[in-house]
């Protein structure tokens, strides 16, 4: 389904250009999302003050910019940000970039998404791509792409992604293996995708669980790998969160948590949560020891959140 240009309300009208006789029913949600949580913000800041922290990350995200500012902008197609385990702030740290190159962005934005599995092709990215337009049936384009060669195929992935352009949008992946492989190169379609010509400026950033090996081959592309918070700023992280609300606790208490819940900003948020919700006292019997080893964060122990 597509909507005429002509029956859309006036404030949607200006987030896209003119020249659009159609917007796609995706974009129409995002943007009412975006007001919504505009509303949301105005009348609940606690909830607004949650979702702007940015605490420990200062050094990675202006390493990140200065990376990005060394060549010319239009040659910039994709940012790509790796490190593991999950939780570690790939996509908080992306986000907050956008936010700090684009300042068109309102502080409610986040990128379209999509993503891809190891195992995932071409033709599943392609499947992503069209699920955001609704351009044609996933039956009708999977028949289409299923018989056209590798070169059409990059050629399909380089029009969606131009049309995101268009739209002045961006594209977030959060990509496990099937564009930054095992071994840290690109997959060879990803390839094709990034050396077109028809891409001119910077719209693709991937939170990659692989780290990408960056070589002088691929000046279109900035990348950063994230290690997990040193304590001292998963503890500032921590005491942020519970200001926020107008809550302290010990510095002993501090230490406690962080060292139960692991250095990782997506548990560091839930464990003040557990906090503000419970107490810190009934929250260290209900939580157990997360346990850090390399770069994998247990899975089996995310449930003794009880309060999730």
Request: proline share 4%.
């Amino acid at each position: 389904m597509i909507y005429k240009y002509e029956k859309i309300p006036e404030w949607i009208k200006e987030e896209y250009n003119l020249r659009n006789i159609y917007i796609q029913p995706p974009f129409l949600a995002r943007k009412i999302e975006e007001e919504v949580n505009k509303l949301i913000w105005e009348q609940c800041p606690d909830i607004r003050q949650d979702e702007r922290v940015f605490v420990g990350r200062d050094t990675e995200i202006e390493r990140l910019r200065e990376k990005y500012l060394q060549r010319n902008l239009k040659d910039r197609k994709a940012v790509i940000v790796s490190g593991i385990p999950d939780g570690i702030g790939r996509r908080r740290l992306l986000t907050e970039f956008i936010r700090k190159i684009d300042t068109n962005k309102d502080e409610t934005y986040d990128p379209f998404s999509v993503a891809m599995e190891e195992d995932d092709s071409i033709e599943d990215f392609i499947i992503q791509l069209n699920n955001l337009f609704f351009f044609e049936r996933n039956e009708d384009l999977l028949q289409r792409i299923s018989i056209i060669n590798k070169t059409e195929k990059v050629n399909k992935v380089v029009e969606f992604i131009c049309y995101l352009s268009e739209l002045r949008e961006k594209l977030f992946i959060r990509d496990n293996g099937s564009i930054v492989r095992r071994n840290g190169e690109l997959s060879s379609w990803f390839k094709d995708v990034i050396k077109s010509n028809k891409i001119d400026q910077t719209i693709l950033f991937i939170a990659s669980r692989n780290r990408f090996v960056l070589t002088d081959e691929y000046p279109e592309i900035v990348s950063l790998h994230l290690t997990p918070l040193n304590n001292d700023k998963a503890k500032t992280l921590l005491r942020q969160y519970l200001n926020n609300h107008e809550k302290t606790i010990s510095g002993e208490d501090v230490s406690f948590f962080i060292q139960q819940t692991g250095p990782m900003p997506n548990l560091i948020r839930r464990c003040a949560s557990l906090i503000l919700e419970m107490g810190p006292e009934l929250a260290k019997l209900k939580q157990k020891k997360y346990q850090y080893t390399g770069d994998e964060l247990t899975r089996n122990l995310i449930s003794d959140f009880l309060y999730w």
